[in-house]
T-cell receptor
Framework: DAGITQSPRHKVTETGTPVTLRCHQTENHRYMYWYRQDPGHGLRLIHY???????DKGEVSDGYSVSRSKTEDFLLTLESATSSQTSVYFCAISNGARQGTEAFFGQGTRLTVV | GENVEQHPSTLSVQEGDSAVIKCTYSDSASNYFPWYKQELGKGPQLIID?????GEKKDQRIAVTLNKTAKHFSLHITETQPEDSAVYFC?????????FGTGTRLKVLA
């Protein structure tokens, strides 16, 4: 398995509180991604990073921010959690070769906002 | 915007039969089409992929076909086994973003 660690694996938080999810990789891959998985919606891209301090929005970025201060770490922050952000969050990494390469996924973080 | 449609959402087959999952993408710049299998409680894992310069690729019981003109690609699983039961995702990538379909839950009935 690719060296990707997500933490925490499970979290329950209250509406309105800030939450940070962490993705750590040991593969030195350039690209990192945060996806959320919801029934009927598949995997939707929240934010991605193409290098240290270089990030961009995905299709469902509202209510989320990210930071990447080191190659190996990509943080996803919910500034003020809402019930609609209850989901399973996956981090993925890739080395981003031009012809397309495999994205490797972490084990996921199950977040419940009550 | 970029979009990938995937059908069917659920698929039940008898063990030993074949299963086919179809996807359509919208971005003409897409040139890489991976398929992922997700088992319960785990992250998706790549099972096969195809690039735009290839029309078909096979790996044992699984195969993928690509029709760039129609922007269609499909996953074929032959001689299905109970361990093939999982959720399958298709994806399309043009640069370094991966846009996923909504997933197909495959059930192989013994």
């Amino acid at each position: 398995d690719a060296g990707i660690t997500q933490s925490p694996r499970h979290k329950v938080t209250e509406t309105g509180t800030p939450v940070t999810l962490r993705c750590h990789q040991t593969e030195n891959h350039r690209y990192m991604y945060w996806y959320r998985q919801d029934p009927g919606h598949g995997l939707r891209l929240i934010h991605y990073s193409y290098g240290v301090k270089d990030t961009d929005k995905g299709e469902v970025s509202d209510g989320y921010s990210v930071s990447r201060s080191k190659t190996e770490d990509f943080l996803l922050t919910l500034e003020s959690a809402t019930s609609s952000q209850t989901s399973v969050y996956f981090c993925a990494i890739s080395n981003g070769a031009r012809q397309g390469t495999e994205a490797f996924f972490g084990q996921g973080t199950r977040l419940t906002v009550v | 915007g970029e979009n990938v449609e995937q059908h069917p959402s659920t698929l039940s087959v008898q063990e030993g039969d074949s299963a086919v999952i179809k996807c359509t993408y919208s971005d003409s710049a897409s040139n890489y089409f991976p398929w992922y299998k997700q088992e319960l409680g785990k992250g998706p894992q790549l099972i096969i992929d195809i690039r735009s310069n290839v029309g078909e690729k096979k790996d044992q019981r699984i195969a993928v076909t690509l029709n760039k003109t129609a922007k269609h690609f499909s996953l074929h699983i032959t001689e299905t086994q109970p361990e093939d039961s999982a959720v399958y995702f298709c994806a399309a990538s043009g640069t370094y973003k991966y846009i996923f379909g909504t997933g197909t839950r495959l059930k192989v009935l013994a």
